[in-house]
Each structure stands twice: as structure tokens, then as C-alpha cells.
């Protein structure tokens, strides 16, 4: 199976690879094997650094991953470690870990040096599907989450489903997820295709697997050229986000996968479009629904109230925090068609009750 090639027309343009043996394009990339330094995820390197051939003897911090890796603490220690390697302005930060190792690890060769340049191996299904591509890089602050970042577009992103097996069920689920809604906002090709893929979907079918990595690649690839900043049409991508984000707030942060909880939240907005007369047909409203069940994913809150505690209160109290809209007036993405979405839209809180009740 031949490893795919996406470009990402930024500037500078860079190539995301995708599929069996991803990683061994790493050195195809004009790397300086004395100017590189490895950010890994000290779990997903002890299962799986070996792919990354040729560079066991670079110097390597290893990290736990999760969303404890994106501290301001952490962000001074891996700086101090690029220093105390001697890293050069022409080095290469090489990241070995999912979302939080990527945005830590990028957001660092940022700011080395005034910048430096990073590639990306991406270890977790979400971090192949979404957080990889793209160049937003953030560290949480106290007072919430990803709100010291820089755009830095990486100089490569090396995506290789074999990594994925060992993927815990729940960020598996995650991936999904965020997949679900790329496929959404990717267009009506892109939905059709995950349609044909779902069924199929497991982590031991590599190219299936695969051509699911590079769809949502290539959509996020198409966006983030449009829209480096997420001044506009980038802001696409927050499709079910801001109900996602109440959710995981009410639930408390880490309770509910990210992704997870940006399934119910395509299904909320959908729900939403149709109620606005935004929704031009409402069979996708089905379609995406037998979708989540083919992934095993939720598709309503009904599907989550089981094991967690999300009232009504504690949700809009979770909406209210959207950084997006001005304070206390949440925006969302709702839809018209699956590829044509309606940005920064407001809700009446009748509509949000009834929603969330
Ligand atoms: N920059 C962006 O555009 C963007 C987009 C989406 C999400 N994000 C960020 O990504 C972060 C979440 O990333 P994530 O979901 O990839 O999770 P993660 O990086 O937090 O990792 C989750 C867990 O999976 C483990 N893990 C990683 N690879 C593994 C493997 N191959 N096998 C077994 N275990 C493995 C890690 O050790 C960790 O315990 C969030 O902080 C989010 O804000 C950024
Ligand atoms: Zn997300």
C-alpha cells in the first residue's frame, strides 16, 4: 500500500504523509540529523518510537501526554531542553504524541529562537484526523483551556495508522468523532465516503483506515489554505464545538473524550439548523445518526445522561463560557447542507432549553 501525499497550500506549503511507512519520509524532509530534537509522548515512544528509524540517538524529552502537557510549566521545560541541546535556528522539533504533544511541541519551536522549524508524527487518531494539520499550537492557561497559542505551520506531518493500534478505546471514540464532523464540513464527498468507509472501520484495516486520515486531511488541508488565521471559513471546523465544549464543562473537563462530545454536538447543531429552518434537508439529520451508531458513537445527550451528570443548568452555564461569542452570548455553526455552513450564528435561550432539556 503506497503512502499518500496531501499538500498544504500555506505559506510555507508543507506535505502531510499518509499511511503505512509514513514515518520513513521524515528523512525525504532535508532534515539535519544533528540539528533535531524529539517532544515524545513518553507512552506512545515506548510503544512505538522504533518507526521513527534513525533517530534513537537525537536528543529526546519524553512527556506524559494529556491535557496536563500543555502547561506553562511544561512549555518552560521543553524550551530549556531545546537550549540545553544547543538547538541552532536551523534545527528541527520533531513531536511524537497526539493533540497535546503536537500543540505543546509546536507551539515551543515557535517560540525558540524567534522559530524554528517542527514536524509532526502524530500517535492518536485525533491528532491524524485534526490536530496535526493546521498550525494552531496552545498551552492551557489557569483560566481555561488553549488560551496562550501561536500559529506555526509545521514542515511536515507524518501519519501512520499502525501507531493507532494501541490506542485506548476512548480516544479511539474521540478520533471518530472529530472525523464525523470534518466529514460534515468537508462536503457532501466527503460525507458519502465516511458512509462507505464506517463499516469497515477498525484499527486493524490500515487502508481503511488510511483513507479516512487523508479525507479529513484533505478537507482540513483545503480550509486552513483558505483561512491560515481562522479569520473566516476556518472557523468552520468549530462545528459542534460549542455545544462540545458545555458538555465537557458540565461533565467535568476529562470525563467525556473531546471527540465524543463533539459527536452530540454535530447532532445538537443539526437539531438546532433544522429548528431555524437553516437545515435544507432533513434526512441528513438521519444519515448522521446511523453514522454515529455504525462508529459506536453517542448521538444525543439522552445517549451520554446515563453515566453523567448533564443538567440543563449546568450546561448553559457551560455555554455561557464560549470564548467565541461576546459574554454570555454563545455563536455556533449550524448547517445547511453537509460542505455549507452558516458561521458565528446566535440562539434564542427558548430554543437552547429545549435543546438541552
Ligand atoms: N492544534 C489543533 O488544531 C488542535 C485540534 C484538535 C485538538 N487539539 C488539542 O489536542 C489535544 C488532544 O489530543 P489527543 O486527543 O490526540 O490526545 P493526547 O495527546 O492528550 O493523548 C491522549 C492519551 O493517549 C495516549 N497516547 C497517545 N498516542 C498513543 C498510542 N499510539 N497508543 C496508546 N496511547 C497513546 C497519550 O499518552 C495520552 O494518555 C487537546 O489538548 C486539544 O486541544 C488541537
Ligand atoms: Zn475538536
Known amino acids: 500500500?503506497?503512502?499518500?501525499?496531501?499538500?498544504?497550500?500555506?505559506?510555507?506549503?508543507?506535505?502531510?504523509?499518509?499511511?503505512?511507512?509514513?514515518?520513513?519520509?521524515?528523512h525525504e524532509c532535508g532534515l539535519q540529523k544533528d540539528c533535531v530534537f524529539v517532544l515524545a509522548d513518553e507512552k506512545a515512544w515506548s510503544l512505538h518510537g522504533k518507526a521513527l528509524v534513525g533517530l534513537e540517538a537525537a536528543p529526546r524529552l519524553e512527556i506524559?501526554?494529556?491535557?496536563?502537557?500543555?502547561?506553562?510549566?511544561?512549555?518552560?521545560?521543553?524550551?530549556?531542553?531545546?537550549?540545553?541541546?544547543?538547538?541552532?535556528?536551523?534545527?528541527?522539533?520533531?513531536?511524537?504524541?497526539?493533540?497535546?504533544?503536537?500543540?505543546?511541541?509546536?507551539?515551543?519551536?515557535?517560540?525558540?529562537?524567534?522559530?524554528?522549524?517542527?514536524?509532526?508524527?502524530?500517535?492518536?487518531?485525533?491528532?491524524?484526523?485534526?490536530?496535526?494539520?493546521?498550525?494552531?499550537?496552545?498551552?492551557?492557561?489557569?483560566?481555561?483551556?488553549?488560551?496562550?497559542?501561536?500559529?506555526?505551520?509545521?514542515?511536515?506531518?507524518?501519519?501512520?495508522?499502525?501507531?493507532?493500534?494501541?490506542?485506548?478505546?476512548?480516544?479511539?471514540?474521540?478520533?471518530?468523532?472529530?472525523?464525523?464532523?470534518?466529514?460534515?464540513?468537508?462536503?457532501?464527498?466527503?460525507?458519502?465516503?465516511?458512509?462507505?468507509?464506517?463499516?469497515?472501520?477498525?484499527?486493524?484495516?490500515?487502508?481503511?483506515?488510511?483513507?479516512?486520515?487523508?479525507?479529513?486531511?484533505?478537507?482540513?488541508?483545503?480550509?486552513?489554505?483558505?483561512?491560515?488565521?481562522?479569520?473566516?471559513?476556518?472557523?468552520?471546523?468549530n462545528l459542534g464545538h460549542t455545544f462540545a465544549h458545555a458538555i465537557e464543562h458540565c461533565a467535568g473537563y476529562g470525563a467525556i473524550p473531546h471527540g465524543v462530545a463533539v459527536a452530540v454536538g454535530v447532532s445538537l447543531a443539526l437539531e438546532a439548523s433544522a429548528a431555524m429552518g437553516i437545515l435544507e434537508n432533513g434526512g441528513l439529520i438521519e444519515r448522521v445518526n446511523k453514522l454515529q451508531k455504525t462508529l459506536g458513537l453517542p448521538s444525543s445527550l439522552a445517549d451520554l445522561r446515563g453515566r453523567h451528570d448533564l443538567e440543563p443548568e449546568g450546561l448553559l452555564a457551560g455555554l455561557a463560557q464560549d470564548k467565541k461569542g461576546a459574554v454570555n452570548k454563545p455563536e455556533f455553526v449550524l448547517v445547511r447542507k453537509p460542505g455549507d455552513l452558516a458561521l458565528g450564528v446566535g440562539m434564542e435561550g427558548s430554543l437552547l432549553q429545549s435543546l438541552l432539556g
Request: with cysteine; net charge negative.
Open 64 to 237: 506524559t501526554g494529556g491535557e496536563d502537557a500543555k502547561t506553562l510549566a511544561q512549555l518552560g521545560s521543553v524550551l530549556d531542553a531545546l537550549t540545553a541541546s544547543g538547538l541552532s535556528r536551523a534545527s528541527t522539533v520533531i513531536t511524537f504524541g497526539g493533540g497535546s504533544i503536537s500543540d505543546l511541541g509546536g507551539l515551543a519551536a515557535s517560540l525558540y529562537k524567534r522559530g524554528i522549524d517542527v514536524m509532526h508524527c502524530p500517535t492518536t487518531l485525533l491528532a491524524q484526523v485534526d490536530a496535526a494539520v493546521g498550525g494552531k499550537t496552545a498551552i492551557n492557561l489557569k483560566l481555561g483551556k488553549n488560551l496562550a497559542g501561536t500559529v506555526h505551520q509545521p514542515r511536515g506531518v507524518f501519519a501512520d495508522p499502525a501507531v493507532l493500534q494501541s490506542l485506548p478505546v476512548e480516544e479511539w471514540a474521540s478520533g471518530l468523532g472529530e472525523a464525523l464532523k470534518t466529514a460534515l464540513v468537508g462536503g457532501e464527498a466527503s460525507l458519502k465516503s465516511l458512509e462507505m468507509l464506517s463499516p469497515e472501520l477498525t484499527r486493524q484495516q490500515p487502508e481503511t483506515l488510511s483513507a479516512l486520515v487523508a479525507d479529513c486531511v484533505q478537507t482540513k488541508a483545503r480550509i486552513v489554505a483558505e483561512d491560515p488565521s481562522e479569520q473566516g471559513p476556518r472557523r468552520a471546523l
Open 1 to 26: 500500500m503506497s503512502v499518500r501525499r496531501i499538500e498544504v497550500q500555506t505559506n510555507p506549503a508543507y506535505n502531510v504523509y499518509v499511511g503505512p511507512s509514513a514515518l520513513e519520509k521524515v
